[in-house]
Structure formats: structure tokens, C-alpha cells
């Protein structure tokens, strides 16, 4: 949960970040800026009720490296 943690506190401070950025932020080859990135996504998601403009970054995740950002992946990509 550490990982989770110190993701969510770097989403705080990225809520400003444009759709462009939080793609650059899921692609980065840092894991907490790609948890961080699909965070702030999940929280804009619950807010609109629409996965739409995340929902192929967040499929693309679906196959990370780290295993956080798979399940962070499936839980937006689920709520599509």
C-alpha cells in the first residue's frame, strides 16, 4: 500500500494536469507517475461518471511491468 500512498499524495498535487500531461504521466518509465496518472484518472471518472478519455491509457497499463499500476488499470478500465 506504501506505492498507493505516495501515489495518491503525488495525484493531489497533479489534479491541475491536463489530459495531454496525464498521458505523458502514464507513459513516464517512473512507476509512482504512472500510479499517480491513473489515480488522478480514476478520480475524474468518479466525477463524471465517463472513463471515455482515459480508457485506452488505461488499457495500454493493462500490461505494465508493475504490478499496482495492472491493477489500477483494470479497476478504470472495469469501470468503463
Not at 489534479?15 to 512507476?31: H, T, W, Y
Not at 496518472?37 to 466525477?47: D, G, K, Y
Not at 461518471?49 to 508493475?66: M, T
Amino acid at each position: 500500500m506504501e506505492a498507493l500512498d505516495a501515489a495518491d499524495e503525488l495525484a493531489q498535487a497533479c489534479q491541475g494536469a491536463n489530459d495531454a500531461e496525464l498521458e505523458q504521466m502514464a507513459g513516464s518509465s517512473k512507476v509512482l507517475e504512472r500510479l499517480a496518472a491513473l489515480r488522478v484518472m480514476q478520480s475524474r471518472t468518479q466525477l463524471s461518471g465517463r472513463v471515455g478519455p482515459y480508457f485506452d491509457v488505461a488499457r495500454r497499463l493493462i500490461k505494465d511491468a508493475d504490478n499496482n499500476c495492472r491493477w489500477q488499470a483494470l479497476i478504470l478500465v472495469g469501470e468503463g
